[in-house]
C-alpha cells in the first residue's frame, strides 16, 4: 500500500511558466517533507524540505505548501527552467531521529519546454 | 571529495547468480543506506546502517545481505538473484542527525537478472 502518491507521472510546461508538481499521503504521523530531484544516470538529490508545524517553504524558484488536513504537499517552480527538466520524489518521514527513513512517492517526470 | 560512489554502473546476472553491489563514501558519513528504485514503486529502503558493525532491515530486505565493517563502504548482497530483483540500487549516506540536505545519494547501479 503506497503511504506516499504521486499521481501524474508526468507533466510538460513551457518554459517561464509555473510547475506544479503534487503529491499526497495517507499516514498521519508523518511530520517531515521533502524533495528529491533526479536527473538520468544520477541519483536523487535534495531539493527542499517543510516540517509539518509550516505550511509554506520557499528557497528561490522553489516553493513547497503543505495541506496537513488534505494530507497533500506540492511543489511550485517558478518561473520553470529547461534545466529542470527531471523527476521529482517526493518523500515523507516522522520525527527526524537518529534513524529516521524515508517513505517516497513514485516520482513525476517533470518535461519543461523551450 | 568522491561522494558515494558504486559499483558496477550496469550489470546483467543469470538466475541464482550471487554478486556484491560496492558503495563507499569518503564524507566519514555513519548512516548509509541501499534503496532500490522500480517503475511505478518509487525509491524503496532495502537496508540502511547506523555504523560500522551495525545494520538493520527496512521496507523490501528479502533476498539481500548488508554488512558495515568500515566506516565507509556498505556493500549490498545478492546470494542467488532472481528476475524480480531486477531493478536500479542507489546507495546513499547521510551524517546521522542531520536534516535531509545532509543526505548524498550514489549515482546508481542497473542490474538484470534473467
Known amino acids: 500500500d503506497q503511504q506516499v502518491k504521486q499521481n501524474s507521472p508526468s507533466l510538460s510546461v513551457q518554459e517561464g511558466r509555473i510547475s506544479i508538481l503534487n503529491c499526497d499521503y495517507t499516514?498521519?504521523?508523518?511530520?517531515?517533507f521533502l524533495w528529491y530531484k533526479k536527473y538520468p544516470a544520477e541519483g536523487p538529490t535534495f531539493l527542499i524540505s517543510i516540517s509539518s508545524i509550516k505550511d509554506k517553504n520557499e528557497d528561490g524558484r522553489f516553493t513547497v505548501f503543505l495541506n496537513k488536513s488534505a494530507k497533500h504537499l506540492s511543489l511550485h517552480i517558478v518561473p520553470s527552467q529547461p534545466g529542470d527538466s527531471a523527476v521529482y520524489f517526493c518523500?515523507?518521514?516522522?520525527?527526524?531521529?537518529?534513524?529516521?527513513?524515508?517513505?517516497f512517492g513514485t516520482g513525476t517526470r517533470l518535461k519543461v519546454l523551450a | 571529495n568522491a561522494g558515494v560512489t558504486q559499483t558496477p554502473k550496469f550489470q546483467v546476472l543469470k538466475t541464482g547468480q550471487s554478486m556484491t553491489l560496492q558503495c563507499a563514501q569518503d564524507?566519514?558519513?555513519?548512516?548509509m543506506s541501499w534503496y532500490r528504485q522500480d517503475p511505478g514503486m518509487g525509491l524503496r529502503l532495502i537496508h540502511y546502517?547506523?555504523?560500522?558493525?551495525?545494520?538493520d532491515q527496512g521496507e523490501v530486505p528479502n533476498g539481500y545481505n548488508v554488512s558495515r565493517s568500515t566506516t565507509e563502504d556498505f556493500p549490498l548482497r545478492l546470494l542467488s538473484a532472481a528476475p524480480s530483483q531486477t531493478s536500479v540500487y542507489f546507495c546513499?549516506?547521510?551524517?546521522?542527525?542531520?536534516?535531509?540536505?545532509?543526505?548524498?545519494f550514489g549515482p546508481g547501479t542497473r542490474l538484470t537478472v534473467l
Open positions: 546513499a549516506s547521510r551524517e546521522p542527525y542531520g536534516g535531509p540536505d545532509t543526505q548524498y
Open positions: 518523500a515523507a518521514s516522522r520525527s527526524p531521529s537518529g534513524t529516521y527513513k524515508y517513505i
Open positions: 499516514n498521519s504521523m508523518f511530520d517531515y
Open positions: 564524507m566519514n558519513h555513519e548512516y
Open positions: 546502517s547506523v555504523g560500522a558493525g551495525i545494520t
